[in-house]
């Protein structure tokens, strides 16, 4: 349905004048009601400021949209008013409110009182549409405004798809899988509708799969984008161009990544051993990262899970009865210590078989579970025959070298067995892979268990040792790290590293980690509650978001702060616009500018960025590699 069926030129209020929120509902409410459109005025009236108390419908960028639903309503209908003076709305952004729409929907008409709000939502966030609107000289003016931009969204959706499916398709899946992500996701998605380009992206977070890519999507694809840390299943894209690149580079340049699939030679991938194998020696040294970042991923549910268990089971049990067993004194405690326990077990075995995965994919699995299980276990060739030896476990460290070491092991048997016939394809991940990988894991970590052991023990022993002074710099270095980059590598590093003395029971080093990614979310949260005019109607509302996740120790809710308030805030007389060059961060909103900025990279120095016009040197801030240099200019220019 259109808007433009709800709406005609009777229910047109160009010329509102109104001195308050209350007396603005009541004359659209009226002309509502003059419409014939309503059974009960006073119902209706009600059902509008009983919604207004829930929380206000101005949502900002001087818009209302009021709306009532009820038996009061005859049927679905539209009032409009244009509001020049504006009108204090209580709006979410703090804005006098130009234009109100009315909704008015009936009872039982469960879908169309949203449809409309969608709609009308979409249409407004075009700010030359809404000028539009606001200006209009005529009440046809308007409604042609409103007719010519629902053909013009109606053509784009049409357009966005083609008879053939989406032009590109891309997958992101960052680490953690909780935002960068879905960010990723989103700046795709934005960057290609802006560029004209339909692209359907597929996200791998822990909340699963969703808006999966279908076999028919795949195959009228031009090209794939994979924008991931972690290991991505390849097999259903066989024969088709991929472009891979890292979740941050689609976060920062869309543009680039959706032009450069569409336009340059991008290798084909192939699904058998000989473009696995040549991927991982090619990349062996740039893929560490990521491998590890993969175990840590499948990791994590595991020690978050289990680990919060444990905690309940500690507050819900006596000390007093036993100081010695804490934790398992009492029935409930002992419940979810236990369960918590078979939970956190799992976590060093779960993380060597996913390193592998990464690695060698499926046949990797198995080999990286055994070498894992091995590892925590400490076994040795001396305990095999003396049981009596007790064994030491190689614990976190033993753990990572067994996910590199069983996902190399099976890329050389993909090697060593390459020469047999493709008849006999299918023994490999079944039989030949399994048998010998997984012996040859045994054999090995057997072999280095005792070295192993003896410096898991003794970092152990060390980190035990420490105390006042020494524990408070690790803990401020490791809380720091994770501060530092939002979800980057230094803070996966300090968490991975936080997590493994977790599994040696270190647990103050695992608490200065959790403090540090606290700091950035909290502190946007608290920002947004108690300072919101500071910011943007987008930003206030991830309070709530940034709460919950700085409560779980995750810093990627602060990373939109970040991105757009990485330099400081200006204030004056109004002057140069800004520039920018070789950058991939735009600023925005910028309303007073007094200082002139040069972005580069290329480590110009700011007395080549400016002319002898300039009277001072300001700050130099240093952003993902791109350096702004900032100056004050008197009626200069700048020199290119």
Not at 554 to 568: L, N, Q
Not at 582 to 592: G, I, K, T
Not at 600 to 628: A, D, L, M, P, Q
Request: charged share 20%; proline share 3%.
């Amino acid at each position: 349905m259109k808007i433009t069926d709800l709406l005609d030129e009777s229910s047109i209020i160009l010329n509102l004048e109104s001195s308050s929120k209350e007396d603005a509902l009541n004359k659209v409410i009226n002309l509502m009601n003059e419409t014939g459109n309503l059974n009960n005025k006073e119902e209706y009236a009600e059902l509008v400021f009983n919604r207004e108390k829930e929380g206000t419908t101005g949502v900002g960028d001087g818009i209302a949209i009021p709306h009532g639903k009820g038996k009061s309503v005859k049927t679905a209908k539209l009032v409009a008013a244009v509001v020049p003076n504006g009108v204090n709305f209580n709006s979410l952004d703090g804005e006098d409110v130009k234009l109100i729409f009315l909704i008015a929907a009936p009872e039982g008409n469960n879908n169309l009182h949203l449809e409309v709000l969608s709609t009308l939502s979409t249409l407004l966030m075009n700010k030359e549409f809404k000028e539009k609107l606001i200006n209009s000289k005529s009440n046809k003016e308007f409604l042609r405004v409103i007719n010519e931009a629902e053909e013009e969204k109606k053509l784009e959706n049409k357009e966005k798809q083609s008879d053939n499916g989406y032009e590109l398709l891309a997958i992101t899946a960052c680490t953690t899988g909780i935002a960068h992500t879905y960010m990723a996701a989103e700046s795709l998605e934005n960057k290609g509708k802006e560029i004209g380009h339909s692209i359907k992206v597929e996200t791998q977070g822990q909340t699963g799969t969703k808006n999966k890519l279908t076999k028919e999507e795949i195959e009228n694809a031009k090209a794939i984008i994979i924008a991931s840390d972690i290991k991505i299943d390849l097999q259903r894209f066989d024969g088709k161009k991929i472009l891979r690149v890292k979740v941050s580079e689609a976060i920062k340049e869309p543009k680039k990544l959706i032009e450069k699939a569409l336009t340059e030679e991008l290798p084909v991938h192939h699904e058998n051993n000989k473009n696995i194998e040549e991927e991982t020696e090619t990349k062996f040294g740039g893929n560490i990262y990521k491998h590890l970042m993969s175990g840590v991923t499948h990791m994590l549910p595991f020690v978050v899970g289990g680990g919060i268990l444990i905690a309940i089971s500690f507050l819900l049990d006596d000390y007093s009865i036993n100081p010695a067993n804490f934790g398992m004194n009492t029935p409930i405690a002992a419940l979810f210590k236990t369960i918590g326990g078979f939970a956190f077990n799992f976590m060093l075995t779960i993380l060597a078989g996913y390193i592998a995965y990464s690695i060698a994919d499926r046949p990797g699995l198995a080999v990286g579970f055994v070498g894992g299980a091995i590892a925590i276990n400490g076994t040795t060739f001396s305990s095999l025959t003396n049981p009596d030896i007790t064994l030491v476990s190689s614990g976190f460290l033993g753990a990572l070298l067994a996910g590199f070491i069983g996902g190399y092991i099976v890329v050389l048997l993909r090697k060593l067995f390459n020469f047999l016939p493709k008849s006999l394809e299918g023994m490999k991940p079944i039989l030949i892979y399994p048998v010998l990988g997984i012996f040859l894991m045994g054999v090995i970590m057997i072999f280095i268990n005792p070295f192993v052991g003896k410096i898991n023990t003794g970092l152990n022993s060390f980190l035990e040792s420490m105390s006042g002074t020494n524990k408070v710099i690790l803990g401020m270095i490791l809380g720091g790290m994770m501060s530092i980059d939002l979800g980057g590598p230094f803070n996966k590093a300090a968490y991975t590293f936080g997590t493994g003395m977790l599994a040696s029971r270190q647990y103050d080093i695992m608490a200065a980690v959790m403090a540090g990614g606290m700091v950035a979310p909290l502190a946007i949260a608290i920002l947004a509650t108690f300072f919101k005019k500071k910011l943007p109607k987008k930003e206030r509302q991830s309070a709530l978001l940034n709460y919950i996740m700085g409560a779980a120790f995750i810093t990627e809710g602060a990373i939109p702060f970040a991105c757009r308030h990485f330099a400081a805030r200006y204030s004056g007389q109004r002057g140069a616009d800004i520039v920018l060059l070789s950058c991939n961060y735009r600023l925005s909103n910028c309303r007073w500018i007094i200082n002139v900025f040069w972005v580069h990279t290329n480590g110009t120095t700011w007395r080549n960025i400016c002319n002898s016009s300039c009277r001072k040197s300001f700050n130099v801030y240093s952003f993902n590699s791109c350096w702004i240099y900032s100056c004050s200019i008197n009626n200069g220019s700048l020199e290119e």
